[in-house]
């Protein structure tokens, strides 16, 4: 009888709880068996590039700690830090776009969010969209009043993590990625785990070879996004 009575529970449950996800996705349905729940396990990367990014550092040993997210884009939508947030790290997430910036800033009011654009130094720049979603940056300018990208290192100078070490980094800025990455002292924060992307060739060279100068390793290829451990102290 108690086992009837567990199936019949287990049944119930299993397909109120698909009615509920179809519900909260808009309708979109997942049909998801009673295994399939218990061992689903959540990513909310574009590539899943979070799922790596967390067993990478509990592999070393890292359960909470630090995040720097550039070219953050959204709080939950292609999130590589979400994950991590969730399991409670906290950091830094940095966009150009201050509606984004407000978005972290309502649904993590305990990290550190800044409206900036990134570069390798003091650069004017302007900003054009690709698409709805998505904006880039175009070096140069003129006048006095042209906005201006700034370091890496100078925000994290004004941050309440300055000088403390970076167990992830994540840069995703459409084409300034590698500017982004050179404007860190590297040797200072020492970020355990990176992913970057690489839109061109050109610039997987330039990140490959810093990076390994760095003392990284490139671990793995996801989409467009290189992930990178570090292998000295």
């Not at 690709?130 to 201006?148: D, F, K, S, V």
């Not at 300055?162 to 800025?173: A, F, G, S, T, V």
Request: aromatic letters at 10%.
């Amino acid at each position: 009888m108690v086992t009837i009575l567990r199936y019949t529970a287990s049944r119930f449950a299993t397909k109120f709880v698909n009615v509920l996800i179809t519900w909260l996705r808009n309708g979109q349905p997942l049909e998801l068996s009673r295994e399939e729940i218990r061992h689903f396990i959540p990513s909310f990367s574009q590539f899943g590039e979070d799922r790596l990014v967390k067993e990478l550092l509990v592999g070393k040993g890292v359960t909470k700690g630090i995040y720097v997210d550039v070219g953050a884009f959204h709080p939950v939508l292609f999130s590589n830090t979400l994950l991590l947030w969730k399991a409670g790290f906290r950091g830094v997430n940095i966009d150009m776009n201050p509606e984004k910036v407000k978005r972290f800033r309502d649904l993590r009011p305990d990290d550190w969010n800044v409206c900036a654009a990134v570069s390798d130094a003091s650069h004017p720049y302007e900003r054009s969209e690709i698409n709805q979603a998505t904006e880039c940056i175009t070096l140069g300018g003129a006048g006095e009043r042209a906005q201006r990208t700034v370091t890496l290192d100078s925000i994290l100078e004004a941050s309440p993590f300055r000088e403390q070490p970076i167990d992830y980094l994540n840069i995703d800025c459409e084409g300034q990625d590698f500017a982004v990455l050179v404007s860190l002292n590297i040797d200072a924060y020492r970020p355990k785990v990176i992913t970057i992307e690489a839109l061109s060739e050109s610039t997987d060279v330039k990140v490959r070879d810093h990076l390994v100068r760095a003392g990284y390793e490139l671990l793995a290829i996801a989409g467009l996004t290189r992930v990178f451990v570090r292998t000295v102290g």
